[in-house]
């Protein structure tokens, strides 16, 4: 069956699936690693040869301190916790979005896990952090502008910062949000979207398998008719 190569996912609900428990909100985003890390191992397992999740927008920023500086601790002990195992595992991390608001700490731990598994070649795990879909396309143009080189789409695309990677062909959001909330405004043209209603740290193989199967159903077009897509362009005009 055809698997999306790219998997892209807004990783949400993290927050509820705490409060419901009476506990603070970080512990959904602590148990929110653990999905992640199940998440990479189904994907891998099934050939998906890039994965690319949303853990920190830059609209983030402006959620209560206690909330924002527990994401960033919890960053650290990710960093530090998975490394290790996501690299024996074959995986290759890219951290995306605006490092300068970030504290040196992290930048030092986030370039570290990039050389520490940039051999690895059975999955690329992108993830964004600091991230916003009209951050990378302003700072695509901007480059581009600093470099004298014309705004074509072929050069923006070069210039943003996934560009190492094809667009993402299954665009997930969990946690009920029917929203692309800033996520992959330019890389998600043509994506096939998928929303659940299960929140982030529940998400795990079996709703993995249900979105696949979703996407498995879908016909894209990529502006084409579903005649021409058979093959049978010639029964389009001769109907018209
Ligand atoms: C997503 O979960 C994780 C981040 C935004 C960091 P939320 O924290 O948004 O969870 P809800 O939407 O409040 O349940
Ligand atoms: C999007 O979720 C960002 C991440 C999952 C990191 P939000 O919870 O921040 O999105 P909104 O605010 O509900 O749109
Ligand atoms: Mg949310």
């Given at each position: 069956?055809?698997?999306?190569?790219?998997?892209?996912?807004?990783?949400?609900?993290?927050?509820?699936?705490?409060?419901?428990?009476?506990?603070?909100?970080?512990?959904?985003?602590?148990?929110?690693?653990?999905?992640?890390?199940?998440?990479?191992?189904?994907?891998?397992?099934?050939?998906?040869?890039?994965?690319?999740?949303?853990?920190?927008?830059?609209?983030?920023?402006?959620?209560?301190?206690?909330?924002?500086?527990?994401?960033?601790?919890?960053?650290?002990?990710?960093?530090?916790?998975?490394?290790?195992?996501?690299?024996?595992?074959?995986?290759?991390?890219?951290?995306?979005?605006?490092?300068?608001?970030?504290?040196?700490?992290?930048?030092?731990?986030?370039?570290?896990?990039?050389?520490?598994?940039?051999?690895?070649?059975?999955?690329?795990?992108?993830?964004?952090?600091?991230?916003?879909?009209?951050?990378?396309?302003?700072?695509?143009?901007?480059?581009l502008v600093a470099r004298g080189e014309?705004?074509?789409?072929?050069?923006?695309?070069?210039?943003?910062?996934?560009?190492?990677?094809?667009?993402?062909?299954?665009?997930?959001?969990?946690?009920?949000?029917?929203?692309?909330?800033?996520?992959?405004?330019?890389?998600?043209?043509?994506?096939?979207?998928?929303?659940?209603?299960?929140?982030?740290?529940?998400?795990?193989?079996?709703?993995?398998?249900?979105?696949?199967?979703?996407?498995?159903?879908?016909?894209?077009?990529?502006?084409?008719?579903?005649?021409?897509?058979?093959?049978?362009?010639?029964?389009?005009?001769?109907?018209?």
């Amino acid at each position: 069956m055809n698997v999306p190569h790219h998997i892209a996912i807004v990783m949400d609900g993290n927050g509820r699936w705490a409060t419901r428990r009476f506990l603070p909100r970080v512990a959904g985003h602590k148990q929110g690693v653990e999905a992640l890390r199940r998440c990479v191992t189904a994907c891998a397992d099934r050939g998906v040869g890039v994965l690319t999740v949303f853990a920190f927008s830059s609209e983030n920023w402006n959620r209560p301190v206690e909330e924002v500086s527990g994401l960033m601790d919890l960053m650290v002990v990710a960093l530090g916790r998975e490394v290790p195992k996501l690299s024996k595992d074959g995986v290759r991390l890219h951290f995306v979005g605006e490092r300068g608001g970030l504290s040196e700490k992290i930048v030092a731990g986030l370039v570290q896990a990039e050389a520490a598994t940039a051999h690895n070649t059975r999955l690329v795990l992108n993830v964004c952090f600091n991230y916003g879909g009209r951050w990378d396309i302003a700072r695509a143009a901007a480059q581009l502008v600093a470099r004298g080189e014309p705004l074509t789409e072929i050069n923006l695309d070069r210039a943003m910062a996934l560009a190492h990677v094809p667009d993402p062909d299954l665009f997930i959001r969990t946690g009920g949000e029917q929203r692309l909330s800033n996520f992959l405004l330019w890389q998600g043209a043509y994506s096939e979207l998928f929303f659940t209603d299960r929140l982030w740290p529940e998400f795990d193989e079996a709703a993995l398998d249900e979105a696949i199967a979703a996407y498995q159903q879908r016909e894209r077009r990529f502006g084409q008719t579903s005649s021409q897509l058979a093959g049978g362009a010639g029964r389009d005009r001769q109907a018209a």
